[in-house]
């Protein structure tokens, strides 16, 4: 099996990549990824596995599929990695479009930050100040927006580059997704459906919820088959409650933090907003 065309949501991280993916899912001339997340640019040890193992992670029709999609924010995160990333797919003899989905920096950041406090990376008694400030330069980093496409614009055809923002995809949902749909050549006359619903909220990459520790518990699974889904669906919600621990809950961004988070942006923002058309001003930015 060959599959010659690709879609891949590079990211930005926090910018609701993970719900894009799965309400394009959707669409029958889109074949998504068996892991959402494959990483196969960024990670050596994927890499080294080579294309042939890539094009094994999707059940291609090619009577019945325009595209293959994936959604790594990972292809956009730092900017070493940026680099390698597009040199290593534009090294692969097959045609690729790009999406970037973009929001408020400051609302990336802070939402970074509780990812990270939720998944216990930072914020742990011990770790200091140093830690939180080491985890808000990687945050800020990644919300260089314009540094990181610039790489695939440098790469690759501009037709070939869909910029978003998050606050179009919550407002305008089906808009949004009728104009991916013609960017990628599929029919744009599909309807997409629960394009309300947010996926991979906080709680749901923790690995301490009970939850997570009932499923675990292979004797439990056949009980839980009997569970109406109905009531699972409210059950797994209550279970998925973290516990809260003041070590837990993230430091909200000082002014004097957010003042200098955007004089740290303020090159990036000013070359997001005149060299590829995205209108910042509407985060409160002026440029």
Request: net charge positive; aromatic share 12%; glycine share 4%.
């Amino acid at each position: 099996m060959k599959i010659n065309d690709f879609t891949l949501i590079v990211g930005a991280a926090k910018c609701g990549t993970t719900s894009l993916f799965f309400y394009l899912s959707q669409h029958p001339q889109i074949c998504p990824c068996k892991i959402k997340e494959p990483k196969f640019f960024s990670r050596d040890e994927r890499w080294k596995k080579g294309f042939q193992w890539y094009q094994g992670l999707w059940n291609w029709d090619e009577q019945v599929h325009k595209t293959a999609l994936e959604a790594t924010p990972g292809y956009t995160d730092h900017f070493p990695i940026t680099i390698e990333v597009v040199q290593r797919i534009a090294s692969i003899d097959a045609n690729f479009k790009f999406i970037y989905i973009m929001r408020n920096p400051l609302e990336r950041i802070e939402s970074a930050l509780q990812h990270g406090y939720y998944q216990a990376r930072v914020g742990k008694s011990g770790n200091g100040e140093d830690a939180f400030e080491h985890f808000l330069k990687s945050a800020i980093d990644k919300s260089k927006y314009a540094q990181k496409i610039s790489e695939y614009y440098r790469q690759f055809p501009k037709e070939d580059i869909l910029l978003l923002q998050l606050d179009d995809l919550k407002e305008t949902p089906s808009a949004v997704m009728q104009q991916v749909c013609v960017f990628l050549g599929i029919d744009d006359s599909f309807e997409f459906t629960n394009l309300e619903k947010a996926h991979n909220k906080k709680n749901s990459y923790r690995t301490d919820t009970l939850w997570r520790k009932l499923t675990r518990m292979k004797r439990l699974q056949p009980m839980a088959n009997l569970i109406p889904e109905q009531y699972k669906k409210q059950l797994r919600t209550y279970l998925s409650r973290p516990p809260r621990k003041a070590k837990d809950i993230p430091p909200t961004l000082t002014q004097k933090q957010k003042k200098e988070i955007l004089r740290d942006l303020r090159e990036d923002l000013h070359q997001l907003h005149w060299e590829y058309g995205v209108d910042v001003t509407r985060w409160g930015f002026e440029v």
